[in-house]
């Protein structure tokens, strides 16, 4: 329809793209002045839409209905404006609105979501696009000639095959520096953390002895973690990891988090900061040096403790499991597609005999948890409340346009997100790392189960790693313990989140959960009981 066919009768629905053109309807409203008290039978010319004989021959109830509409529509319009520069709405909304949001570089185009007469968000919509969506092929993982070429750093330094009369991943490194020279001093993790700096002055002082010469050159007994926690955040990780360490086979870790593969081997160490620098693989490798001498020492029997052969180690970055925001900053002209590759493709490509531990937790306390750790002012059951049902909306209105998995792993959805809503999703992850690893290299934890039975879990995941038993005594000092990473007692104080709200949020995880129970054969990942 040309501009010409539009200038009698034409309303546009504000609702629509400008690209859909306009669409003539009979639609009445206030706006619409040629719906006037005339005769029927007048066909000449219209007067000027506001001369005063027209204004005199409206009735004062239509008059007012005119300038209450007027302002109305001016208020509205200003509202928008004030929200497209995120100044916020001129009037506070309800729990149940939403604010419409930018993200993935354009408008979403999509419906509010259906409310109740009683003011209660309908889920069972987006419930079944959910269910719909979950149903996708899984991923192909790149072939690993892709792989290796996209890191060829990464694998110059890492040999194929490691020692095979240790159970670490070790491996001899030819060592071309200076002796002279201090040999950490441009580790970033040194210049970084604390954690590493307090060992650092003891692996300085004891590096050239842990020097082996061999054919006219000297070498170095390199190591990689034998074990991973990847995550999720906020489900006792960090508890468990330091559990572990009690154990005399798991030993000499310098570092619980140090986010390598996910952030700072790119050069991020917080997205929001933007690009600092790339911590190579040698600053990597570098933090499991105290481990790698222990072994070193018992393989030329000096130690005379071959007991040591079989020591391993680990690391627990709660990132590894679901951030691969990095290809986002890296290939930003591909922002709108899934990541190339994933952490997991290096990590098997490297190790492919690596154990993977993942701790899970109910969905629904674990964004709650997350929310009152990472926020810092104003935090309230109600504020999580609104953050909760605007990230919904955001990830409803992604679905709307893309598949789950890209919606899952999107880089500007996940900024926009006021919660961490899409960390909970774990079905979507663990399918994708059991595209890599095989799923008996894989074990998937409770907290629930953790915290209600922590000697029968402890004991399950050193079975996992192939460790010794404990003795009585280091049981009982493992088991007494204190639980780590507790809540804050300033947010204990905030007390547990709105009924209304985990009942949203159970409903929204219900369908993840089910997949997630399904693909690990275990009912008890549905998680249906309330707390």
Same mark, same amino acid.
């Given at each position: 329809?040309?501009?010409?066919? +539009?200038?009698?009768?034409?309303?546009?629905?504000?609702?629509?793209?400008?690209?859909?053109?306009?669409?003539?309807?009979?639609?009445?409203?206030? #706006?619409? /002045?040629?719906?006037?008290? !005339?005769?029927?039978? @007048?066909?000449?010319?219209?007067?000027?839409?506001?001369?005063?004989?027209?204004?005199?021959?409206?009735?004062?109830?239509?008059? !007012?209905?005119?300038?209450?509409?007027?302002?109305?529509? /001016?208020?509205?319009? *200003?509202?928008?404006?004030?929200?497209?520069?995120?100044?916020?709405? @001129?009037?506070?909304?309800?729990?149940?609105?939403?604010?419409?949001?930018?993200?993935?570089?354009?408008?979403?185009?999509?419906?509010?979501?259906?409310?109740?007469?009683?003011?209660? =968000?309908?889920?069972?919509?987006?419930?079944?696009?959910?269910?719909?969506?979950?149903?996708?092929?899984?991923?192909?993982?790149?072939?690993?000639?892709? %792989?290796?070429?996209?890191?060829?750093?990464?694998?110059?330094?890492?040999?194929?095959? #490691?020692?095979?009369?240790?159970?670490?991943?070790?491996?001899?490194?030819?060592?071309?520096?200076?002796?002279?020279?201090?040999?950490?001093?441009?580790?970033?993790?040194?210049?970084?953390?604390?954690? /590493?700096?307090?060992?650092?002055?003891?692996?300085?002082?004891?590096?050239?002895?842990?020097?082996?010469?061999?054919?006219? &050159?000297?070498?170095?007994?390199?190591?990689?973690?034998? /074990?991973?926690?990847?995550?999720?955040?906020? +489900?006792?990780?960090?508890?468990?990891?330091?559990?572990?360490?009690?154990?005399?086979?798991?030993?000499?870790?310098?570092?619980?988090?140090?986010?390598?593969?996910?952030?700072?081997?790119?050069?991020?160490?917080?997205?929001?900061?933007?690009?600092?620098?790339?911590?190579?693989?040698?600053?990597? $490798?570098?933090?499991?040096?105290?481990?790698?001498?222990?072994?070193?020492?018992?393989?030329?029997?000096?130690?005379?403790?071959?007991?040591? =052969?079989?020591?391993?180690?680990?690391?627990?970055?709660?990132?590894?499991?679901?951030?691969?925001?990095?290809?986002?900053? @890296?290939?930003?002209?591909?922002?709108?597609?899934?990541?190339?590759?994933?952490?997991?493709?290096?990590?098997?490509?490297?190790?492919?005999?690596?154990?993977?531990?993942?701790?899970?937790?109910?969905?629904?306390?674990?964004?709650?948890?997350?929310?009152?750790?990472?926020?810092?002012?104003?935090?309230?059951?109600?504020? #999580?409340?609104?953050?909760? $049902?605007?990230?919904?909306?955001?990830?409803?209105?992604?679905?709307?346009?893309?598949?789950?998995?890209?919606?899952?792993?999107?880089?500007?959805?996940?900024? *926009?997100?006021?919660?961490? =809503?899409?960390?909970?999703?774990?079905?979507?992850?663990?399918?994708?790392?059991?595209?890599?690893?095989?799923?008996?290299?894989?074990?998937?934890?409770?907290?629930?189960?953790?915290?209600?039975?922590?000697?029968?879990?402890?004991?399950? %995941?050193?079975? #996992? @790693?192939?460790?010794?038993?404990?003795?009585?005594?280091?049981?009982?000092?493992?088991?007494?313990?204190? !639980?780590?990473?507790?809540?804050?007692?300033?947010?204990?104080?905030?007390?547990? !989140?709105?009924?209304?709200?985990?009942?949203?949020?159970?409903?929204?995880?219900?369908?993840?959960?089910?997949?997630?129970?399904?693909? $690990?054969?275990?009912?008890?990942?549905?998680?249906? &009981?309330?707390?």
């Amino acid at each position: 329809m040309s501009l010409a066919d +539009c200038s009698h009768g034409c309303q546009y629905n504000v609702h629509r793209s400008v690209a859909e053109g306009c669409e003539c309807r009979p639609v009445r409203t206030f #706006f619409d /002045f040629r719906y006037r008290i !005339m005769s029927e039978n @007048l066909t000449g010319k219209w007067p000027p839409l506001f001369s005063a004989t027209n204004l005199w021959s409206l009735s004062k109830v239509k008059v !007012m209905s005119f300038l209450m509409g007027l302002t109305l529509m /001016f208020i509205v319009m *200003a509202s928008y404006l004030l929200m497209w520069d995120k100044e916020g709405f @001129l009037f506070t909304a309800s729990p149940e609105q939403f604010r419409p949001v930018v993200i993935l570089g354009r408008p979403l185009a999509t419906a509010a979501p259906d409310v109740s007469p009683n003011g209660v =968000l309908d889920m069972k919509p987006l419930v079944h696009i959910i269910d719909s969506k979950l149903e996708y092929t899984l991923r192909t993982p790149p072939e690993l000639e892709d %792989v290796f070429e996209a890191d060829s750093h990464l694998f110059s330094r890492i040999p194929r095959h #490691f020692l095979p009369s240790i159970k670490s991943p070790c491996w001899w490194e030819r060592f071309s520096g200076d002796l002279n020279s201090d040999p950490y001093r441009k580790n970033h993790f040194r210049l970084s953390s604390k954690s /590493f700096k307090t060992v650092y002055e003891h692996l300085k002082s004891s590096f050239q002895q842990h020097l082996l010469p061999r054919d006219g &050159s000297l070498f170095r007994l390199r190591c990689l973690p034998f /074990f991973y926690i990847i995550g999720q955040p906020k +489900c006792g990780t960090t508890d468990l990891f330091h559990r572990l360490l009690l154990h005399p086979d798991i030993k000499f870790n310098t570092m619980k988090e140090p986010h390598w593969w996910t952030r700072k081997r790119f050069g991020y160490i917080r997205f929001k900061d933007g690009f600092r620098e790339n911590f190579s693989v040698e600053d990597y $490798l570098d933090l499991f040096d105290l481990e790698a001498h222990k072994i070193q020492e018992s393989l030329s029997g000096n130690s005379g403790d071959h007991h040591a =052969l079989q020591l391993i180690t680990g690391e627990a970055s709660a990132s590894t499991m679901w951030d691969n925001q990095a290809w986002s900053y @890296l290939h930003s002209a591909d922002e709108e597609a899934e990541p190339p590759f994933l952490t997991q493709d290096f990590i098997h490509a490297i190790q492919p005999d690596a154990r993977i531990i993942i701790m899970l937790r109910d969905p629904v306390e674990r964004l709650y948890s997350d929310y009152l750790y990472f926020k810092v002012a104003n935090k309230s059951a109600e504020d #999580f409340h609104l953050k909760v $049902l605007e990230s919904i909306h955001l990830f409803q209105s992604c679905l709307t346009m893309r598949s789950l998995r890209s919606c899952v792993y999107n880089t500007s959805l996940s900024n *926009a997100m006021p919660v961490r =809503l899409h960390l909970g999703m774990y079905v979507v992850f663990i399918l994708d790392w059991l595209t890599v690893f095989h799923q008996d290299q894989i074990l998937v934890l409770r907290l629930e189960d953790y915290a209600a039975n922590l000697k029968t879990t402890i004991k399950t %995941v050193f079975d #996992f @790693l192939s460790v010794g038993p404990l003795s009585e005594q280091a049981e009982a000092a493992l088991t007494k313990r204190p !639980m780590l990473n507790r809540r804050r007692a300033a947010d204990r104080n905030l007390g547990p !989140m709105l009924p209304t709200t985990r009942n949203l949020l159970r409903e929204f995880h219900q369908p993840f959960n089910r997949k997630l129970a399904s693909a $690990l054969h275990n009912k008890a990942f549905f998680w249906t &009981s309330s707390p």
